[in-house]
T-cell receptor, first 112, second 115 residues
Framework: DAGVTQSPTHLIKTRGQQVTLRCSPK?????VSWYQQALGQGPQFIFQ???????QRGNFPDRFSGHQFPNYSSELNVNALLLGDSALYLC???????????FGEGSWLTVV | AQSVTQLGSHVSVSEGALVLLRCNYS??????LFWYVQYPNQGLQLLLK??????LVKGINGFEAEFKKSETSFHLTKPSAHMSDAAEYFC?????????????FGQGTILTVHP
């Protein structure tokens, strides 16, 4: 049973560029959430997708957007990258009706 | 707004000693509570969760946590530390309701285990 998978694992982008991160949820899960974890900090909730719609959103600007596909996989897009966007981006999957949340290994984004 | 506070950003114990990592949450309504562990350069692994079924929750790797509503606490313990327990630990709260999955995390506690 595959867990939560994310790609790419590492990437480097230049300020002002755009990035897309991808996530496949754990088998049987229908809900995907994204978190940003800056160095030395706890993860912070970005948003959650269920039934291809954004259901909850944290305190992040509109530069952060997402998408969920019919197969429940998800993408996180960040536009106009800032140096402060450098972080580990974690994808979490769950059942919309459930309270057990599993995390992937994350995608390390470095903005230079 | 829900907040989670972990007391002590660093905890150091000897191998075989008791591990105690502290977590307090702020809410008038007890939320669902979780402990996750993060090894270097890895994602988060669920250790245990509290969902109001029992106040003493047992998790993986010998860890357990006790929910105390009167103290708004959910401290993580392990009777005997092992070298492999060295990692960063995060306490998180989910307010639940009609939609789960919006976790609020504490700042994390780095556990060091000495031989």
């Amino acid at each position: 049973d595959a867990g939560v998978t994310q790609s790419p694992t590492h990437l480097i982008k230049t300020r002002g560029q755009q990035v897309t991160l991808r996530c496949s949820p754990k088998s049987g899960h229908d809900t995907v959430s994204w978190y940003q974890q800056a160095l030395g900090q706890g993860p912070q909730f970005i948003f959650q997708y269920y039934e291809e719609e954004e259901r909850q959103r944290g305190n992040f600007p509109d530069r952060f957007s997402g998408h969920q596909f019919p197969n429940y996989s998800s993408e996180l897009n960040v536009n106009a990258l800032l140096l402060g966007d450098s972080a580990l981006y974690l994808c979490a999957s769950s059942l919309y009706s459930g309270n057990t949340i599993y995390f992937g290994e994350g995608s390390w984004l470095t903005v230079v | 707004a829900q907040s989670v506070t972990q007391l002590g950003s660093h905890v150091s114990v000897s191998e075989g000693a008791l591990v105690l990592l502290r977590c307090n949450y702020s809410s008038s309504v007890p939320p669902y509570l979780f402990w996750y562990v993060q090894y270097p350069n890895q994602g988060l692994q669920l250790l245990l969760k509290y969902t109001s079924a029992a106040t003493l929750v047992k998790g993986i790797n010998g860890f357990e946590a006790e929910f105390k509503k009167s103290e708004t606490s959910f401290h993580l313990t392990k009777p005997s530390a092992h070298m492999s327990d060295a990692a960063e630990y995060f306490c998180a709260a989910d307010t639940g309701g009609t939609s789960y999955g919006k976790l609020t995390f504490g700042q994390g506690t780095i556990l060091t285990v000495h031989p």
